[in-house]
Nanobody
Framework: QVQLVESGGGLVQPGGSLGLSCAAS????????MGWYRQAPGIERELVAT???????NYADSVKGRFAIARGNTKNTVSLQMNSLKPEDTAVYYC?????????????????WGQGTQVTVSS
């Protein structure tokens, strides 16, 4: 069973920076995509950033130029560096990982989620 454990998060003033980390355990396979999503009260969970095992990244428009996602040197770890934080970045941030397998010509995707970590941007 794959488990994702997040660390980081907390309270930061507008314009400040914060880093999140996520480590996956319970698998010997490299996870194909790792990323971060967030959910604010009353709003659907939304993509923040993803990164493939090959290093390709994808960012939400709202965080481009401010956030940076990276895969760690340790297998199946991912970090999110958040700069120039705004109050609207306040949310619970969830680590996500996807493993893709192909067997018998059939593609399967396995989706995993962390428990979430609170990020609050407030003065």
């Amino acid at each position: 069973q794959v488990q994702l454990v997040e660390s980081g998060g907390g309270l930061v003033q507008p314009g400040g920076s914060l880093g999140l980390s996520c480590a996956a355990s319970g698998t010997i396979f490299s996870l194909d995509v790792m990323g971060w999503y967030r959910q604010a009260p009353g709003i659907e969970r939304e993509l923040v950033a993803t990164i493939t095992s090959g290093g390709s990244t994808n960012y939400a428009d709202s965080v481009k130029g401010r956030f940076a996602i990276a895969r760690g040197n340790t297998k199946n770890t991912v970090s999110l560096q958040m700069n120039s934080l705004k109050p609207e970045d306040t949310a619970v941030y969830y680590c996500n990982a996807v493993r893709v397998t192909v067997a018998g010509g059939k593609r399967n995707e396995y989706d995993y989620w962390g428990q979430g970590t609170q990020v609050t941007v407030s003065s």
